[in-house]
């Protein structure tokens, strides 16, 4: 049995993960952002390998946070779960960022270079990725009118642009990002038109299968099945030119920290 961990554990895509990891006998580490959303868990979190606490809009907190998860030890695989999607203004973070860019791409960012390796990375991302814009100019929004779609379209390029350029630059990970629909949780709202279930078992299933179609890297997936994703993603001048950027809003150089 694989040991997992979820961001965004607490509700929606992340608890439905959990719970049928859970089932399946695997060892999951559940994250939730508060004390207060740990509490509306406790019967998960009773059944899980542990939980850990923390604020994604931190980079402290985001510290924090690998380091609870290499206290309970090594990963077979980590689902980036966690996400927030039309934030109302730009917000700012105690680091002085935008806030749908620090949770939807910093914090895994900066989760993967801390976190000690494992042998699968899933990134959830969206179908909205498409209408994101490959200009780096302004990724932080500080000069830009807020727009909270475009924010959340282009966060979603950026870790769909992540998991590709991972799956290049660690040949021994199987890095992946995932589509999950648009789906009737909280931040989908109840109308939405797609499968719940199907939502969540891509994740699941590339972070624990054997199957020879699950062991695969550098896909983009939609409930099992690999689809094309906005050319941007798969350019490999596009994700260094991403990875450097996130290098100089964090500080922290995810491939030469960790080669």
Same mark, same amino acid.
């Not at 850990?52 to 980079?59: H, K, M, N, Q, R």
């Not at 992540?162 to 789906?183: E, I, K, Q, T």
């Not at 939405?192 to 590339?206: F, K, S, V």
């Given at each position: 049995m694989s040991r997992i961990f979820i961001t965004g554990s607490t509700a929606g895509l992340g608890l439905a993960a959990a719970r049928t990891l859970i089932r399946q006998g695997h060892d999951v580490v559940l994250h939730a952002r508060s004390?207060?959303?740990?509490?509306?868990?406790?019967? $998960? #979190?009773? $059944?899980? *390998?542990? *939980?850990?606490?923390? +604020?994604?809009?931190?980079?402290?907190? !985001?510290?924090s946070i690998a380091e609870q998860v290499n206290a309970i030890g090594r990963m077979d695989a980590v689902i980036h779960n966690a996400g927030i999607y039309l934030e109302r203004s730009r917000g700012e973070t105690p680091e002085g960022h935008a806030k749908t860019l620090a949770v939807n791409v910093l914090a895994p960012y900066l989760l993967t270079a801390w976190i000690t390796r494992p042998d699968r990375l899933i990134? *959830? !991302? #969206?179908?909205?990725?498409? #209408?994101?814009? #490959?200009?780096?100019?302004?990724?932080?929004?500080?000069?830009r009118p807020w727009n909270a779609s475009q924010a959340y379209s282009e966060s979603k390029l950026y870790i769909a642009t992540?998991?590709?350029?991972?799956?290049?630059?660690?040949? +021994?990970? *199987?890095?992946?990002?995932?589509?999950?629909? /648009?789906?009737p949780t909280k931040m989908g709202g109840a109308g939405?038109? +797609?499968?719940?279930?199907?939502?969540?078992? $891509?994740?699941? /299933?590339?972070? $624990?299968? +054997?199957?020879?179609?699950?062991?695969?890297?550098?896909?983009?997936?939609y409930h099992r099945q690999q689809r094309e994703a906005a050319a941007e993603a798969g350019d490999p001048r596009f994700q260094e030119a991403l990875v450097g950027r996130l290098a100089e809003l964090t500080g922290v150089r995810l491939f030469e920290e960790r080669e």
């Open positions: 004390r207060e959303r740990a509490a509306a868990i406790a019967e $998960t #979190s009773a $059944t899980a *390998l542990g *939980l850990v606490i923390g +604020d994604l809009a931190s980079a402290a907190e !985001t510290r990134y *959830l !991302t #969206s179908g909205m990725h498409r #209408s994101g814009v #490959s200009s780096l100019d302004d990724i932080n929004w500080k000069r992540l998991a590709a350029a991972l799956a290049r630059h660690w040949p +021994d990970v *199987l890095s992946n990002a995932v589509d999950p629909g /648009w789906v939405a038109p +797609d499968d719940l279930e199907m939502g969540h078992l $891509t994740q699941t /299933w590339l972070a $624990t299968s +054997d199957d020879d179609a699950a062991r695969v890297s550098g896909g983009y997936w």
